[in-house]
């Protein structure tokens, strides 16, 4: 079974600077997705970026960018200019393209500050 | 487009006292749903999903059931709630594999 770990609880970052969330997984697999949802604390569930893991192009969306590293199984995800907005539970979560119908796999969740 | 509509947005119960939360996906067909609970601060823990109606795969043991009466209805339920089952709830759904889940605005249930 796929898993996948963010091995920082919580982050923090000063308004306008940049910051990195880490995410690693497991996976035996080759054809997967891969996802950053963010978590306000309205506590909707917001989709951020996703990646194909057959693109090596890492995608980007705005300030937001990610560190794909098949190989080594990291996904991480870069925030730039951060902003007081940004603030958030950061959750990365894995998709099978095996299994058809398989629910996302998600880690723990990093929690990030943004600091005035 | 498509639209999940989850609710009540907030729930106080007594322990004991049964549970209905519903949720419904609107334009589109078919999809995947999933119920998923969040104690505060933790990470998502998968209850139940459904890919189609009346297909009902549960993820973890406990006090609570879900059922798809309708393609696009899914309902989170138990009969006697206990303590443990306070958290947020969250509904979700997805089309096609190789897209990303979309989620609800999530209940809160409180049990006194």
């Known amino acids: 079974a796929q898993t996948v770990t963010q091995s920082q609880p919580e982050m923090s970052v000063q308004e306008a600077e940049t910051v990195t969330l880490s995410c690693t997984y497991d996976?035996?697999?080759?054809?997967?997705?891969l996802f950053w949802y963010k978590q306000p604390p309205s506590r909707q569930m917001i989709l951020v970026i996703r990646?194909?893991?057959?693109?090596?192009q890492n995608a980007t969306e705005n300030r937001f960018s990610v560190n794909f590293q098949k190989a080594a199984k990291s996904f991480s995800l870069k925030i730039s200019d951060s902003q007081l907005g940004d603030a958030a539970m950061y959750f990365c979560?894995?998709?099978?393209?095996?299994?058809?119908?398989?629910?996302?796999?998600f880690g723990k969740g990093t929690r990030l500050s943004v600091i005035a | 487009s498509q639209t999940i509509h989850q609710w009540p947005a907030t729930l106080v119960q007594p322990v004991g006292s049964p549970l209905s939360l519903e949720c419904t996906v609107e334009?589109?067909?078919?999809?995947?749903l999933y119920w998923y609970r969040q104690a505060a601060g933790r990470g998502l823990q998968l209850l139940f999903y459904?890919?189609?109606?009346?297909?009902i795969s549960s993820e973890v043991p406990q006090n609570l059931s879900a059922s798809r009466p309708q393609d696009r209805q899914f309902i989170l339920s138990s009969k006697k709630l206990l303590l443990s089952d306070s958290g947020f709830y969250l509904c979700?759904?997805?089309?096609?594999?190789?897209?990303?889940?979309?989620f609800g605005d999530g209940t809160r249930l409180s049990i006194l």
């Open positions: 334009g589109t067909s078919n999809p995947n």
């Open positions: 996976t035996s697999e080759s054809d997967y997705y």
């Open positions: 979700a759904w997805s089309v096609w594999r190789d897209q990303p889940q979309h």
């Open positions: 459904s890919v189609g109606i009346g297909q």
């Open positions: 990646q194909e893991a057959y693109k090596q």
């Open positions: 979560a894995y998709r099978s393209l095996n299994s058809g119908n398989t629910p996302l796999v």
